[in-house]
């Protein structure tokens, strides 16, 4: 099993800045890839960014140019930098890793103000 905590959510002004952290524990070993998802009040959950094991990332066209995911082995942590933020960007973000199985952290909400 993999436990995930994250933190790092906040209020932050439309234009600022916020960084998430998502540290891992248990059978870190095995995470095939990390994610950051977010879920918007009314609204599905949806994938804002992926790293794999390799190294490789993903990101949704919406957070593109904005968002920065990067993940730090010795640590199990990964990160999501956000800047430009939007208000429209406002939703509970959340870690998810990969071992054969998906494990979800609790999330964390991130509000952006207009």
């Known amino acids: 099993q993999v436990q995930l905590v994250e933190s790092g959510g906040g209020l932050v002004q439309a234009g600022g800045s916020l960084s998430l952290s998502c540290a891992a524990s248990?059978?870190?070993?095995?995470?095939?890839?990390m994610a950051w998802y977010r879920q918007a009040p009314g609204k599905q959950r949806e994938a804002v960014a992926t790293?794999?094991?390799?190294?490789?990332?993903y990101y949704a066209d919406s957070v593109k140019g904005r968002f920065t995911i990067s993940k730090d082995n010795a640590k199990n942590t990964v990160y999501l930098q956000m800047s430009s933020l939007k208000p429209e960007d406002t939703a509970v973000y959340y870690c998810?890793?990969?071992?054969?199985?998906?494990?979800w952290g609790k999330g964390t909400l991130v509000t952006v103000s207009s």
């Open positions: 998810f890793a990969y071992v054969g199985l998906g494990y």
């Open positions: 248990g059978s870190t070993s095995g995470i095939k890839h």
């Open positions: 790293v794999q094991s390799t190294g490789s990332t």
